[in-house]
């Protein structure tokens, strides 16, 4: 029988030999969700750490590095690296050591640290924009950010691309019919009364007529991309595209506008800053930090006279951005030791190198096993992709999806220390991450293909 075929009993039966694995290995972690279910909507303090395959979410009781320790003493190799917030590794010493120190000094003021200028000119240093202000998370920076440049701009339209992810910003949540390309309200969002798909164009990712056509309509305010789709799948740019893009966006007055929450981990900088795609903003969110709830966008000089025109320009009240906790004494603390202590080349040459390794030791696997997967890398992220070619675009993902392989995947790995991201096979390398942590994953891996193969 052909090694890309594996019968849906047989996946149906491993994964309920895995199940029953983890409730028998797991028996504090499923008593803390079944008493959590007192207090916290389906167990947990947020409902998307419920989105793991396994029976119950996993208690954790430390993380230190890429070491993850559980409620049952378990310890797991990390490669989720809570979805990137911990991108640098968990708890990182010095950014752990700023906080502490800032926390017996003070926690928020709605005044600017003294730390300001410091951490100004560390942001410029890393990611090369003059221009800052900070927010909360990614999602919050992302609101303000459309906010800003429908303000400046005048001009209603937001454009994405189909399969992106910019966190919980309602204008970015709508679907592409792929018969039509009209954009629609995606179904899955709960309490949606709002038109957003009126307001936002959606084109397929690596589709440069499909935006050369939206943009040339002249009511676009901002294209909102990450430099590769990253919550669909890893979907990278073809060569080319985006330096395609630039050109499009400036010859249409349209702001370019970079979401590297998830790309970051590219290169030191980020993708667009390692690719010279000169960014009009920029958005960096989750690890920039060291794992502190932080954000930060950047903008040129240019965006900010503009920006500053229409603040001034407006009635005085609320701006509809900013939260009171923004640019707090806390996160300015961490984001200063982070940018002069995690953003490094050393730690980009680890991460990286952990990352080749890794991509090797899969993709050998994968040929000697004549399974029609690929890797796909972009710096230290990687994805497992149940398919024979590198996507193109979001609607190639859903084509070649095979959820129920991708869920016995996450939890067969679990049940033997390692952890992946539950919402897709990706996998992220931090300074942290060492050779034995990629052997151990690739061990497992190679017990889950004799699995399979049985």
């Known amino acids: 029988m052909s090694q890309a075929f594996i019968a849906p009993q047989r996946l149906s039966a491993l994964q309920q030999a895995e199940r029953e694995r983890f409730v028998t290995t797991h028996p504090r972690s499923m008593a803390q969700a079944t008493l959590a279910q007192r207090h916290f909507l389906f167990g947990v303090p947020l409902h998307w750490m419920r989105d793991w395959p396994s029976p119950a979410t996993l208690a954790v009781a430390q993380a230190q590095g890429t070491r993850l320790t559980c409620a049952d003493g378990l310890a797991y190799a990390d490669f989720c690296l809570g979805d990137t917030g911990a991108m640098f590794g968990h708890s990182p010493a010095p950014v752990a050591q700023a906080i502490a120190e800032q926390a017996a000094q003070g926690l928020t003021c709605m005044l600017p640290s003294t730390r300001t200028v410091a951490v100004g000119e560390g942001l410029q240093r890393v990611f090369g924009l003059p221009q800052w202000q900070l927010a909360l998370s990614a999602s919050d920076a992302n609101r303000f950010v459309l906010r800003w440049a429908r303000a400046i701009t005048g001009r209603p339209q937001l454009l994405v691309f189909d399969g992106c992810y910019h966190g919980a910003v309602d204008d970015t949540l709508v679907d592409m019919d792929p018969t039509t390309g009209a954009t629609l309200p995606r179904p899955s969002v709960l309490g949606q009364v709002h038109n957003h798909h009126a307001f936002t164009r959606v084109v397929p990712f690596n589709d440069l007529p499909a935006l050369r056509a939206a943009l040339a309509q002249g009511d676009v305010a901002a294209l909102l991309a990450e430099p590769a789709l990253t919550n669909f799948g890893l979907v990278p740019p073809q060569p080319g595209f985006w330096e395609a893009a630039r050109a499009l966006c400036r010859e249409h007055g349209v702001l370019f506008v970079m979401d590297e929450t998830h790309t970051v981990s590219t290169a030191l900088g980020g993708?667009?800053?390692?690719?010279?795609?000169?960014?009009?903003?920029?958005?960096?969110?989750?690890?920039?930090?060291?794992?502190?709830?932080?954000?930060?966008?950047?903008?040129?000089?240019?965006?900010?006279?503009?920006?500053?025109?229409?603040?001034?320009?407006?009635?005085?009240?609320?701006?509809?951005?900013?939260?009171?906790?923004?640019?707090?004494?806390?996160?300015?603390?961490?984001?200063?030791?982070?940018?002069?202590?995690?953003?490094?080349?050393?730690?980009?040459?680890?991460?990286?190198?952990?990352?080749?390794?890794?991509?090797?030791?899969?993709?050998?696997?994968?040929?000697?096993?004549?399974?029609?997967?690929?890797?796909?890398?972009?710096?230290?992220?990687?994805?497992?992709?149940?398919?024979?070619?590198?996507?193109?675009?979001?609607?190639?993902?859903?084509?070649?999806?095979?959820?129920?392989?991708?869920?016995?995947?996450?939890?067969?790995?679990?049940?033997?220390?390692?952890?992946?991201?539950?919402?897709?096979?990706?996998?992220?390398?931090?300074?942290?991450?060492?050779?034995?942590?990629?052997?151990r994953l690739l061990a497992v891996f190679d017990e889950l293909l004799q699995a399979l193969a049985d």
């Open 271 to 439: 993708y667009a800053q390692a690719h010279g795609l000169q960014a009009d903003v920029l958005v960096v969110g989750k690890a920039v930090a060291g794992g502190l709830p932080c954000a930060v966008y950047g903008f040129t000089d240019e965006v900010a006279r503009r920006m500053t025109e229409a603040k001034l320009a407006a009635p005085d009240g609320h701006s509809g951005i900013g939260t009171t906790l923004a640019g707090n004494a806390l996160a300015l603390a961490a984001l200063d030791a982070a940018l002069q202590h995690l953003h490094t080349e050393a730690n980009y040459r680890h991460m990286l190198a952990m990352a080749s390794l890794l991509e090797a030791g899969l993709r050998q696997r994968i040929a000697s096993a004549g399974r029609p997967w690929t890797v796909t890398r972009l710096g230290a992220r990687l994805e497992l992709q149940f398919m024979d070619h590198t996507p193109v675009n979001a609607q190639d993902v859903r084509d070649h999806a095979q959820g129920e392989l991708e869920s016995l995947t996450h939890l067969f790995m679990l049940n033997r220390g390692v952890l992946l991201t539950p919402f897709h096979s990706m996998m992220l390398a931090s300074p942290a991450t060492t050779e034995a942590d990629v052997q």
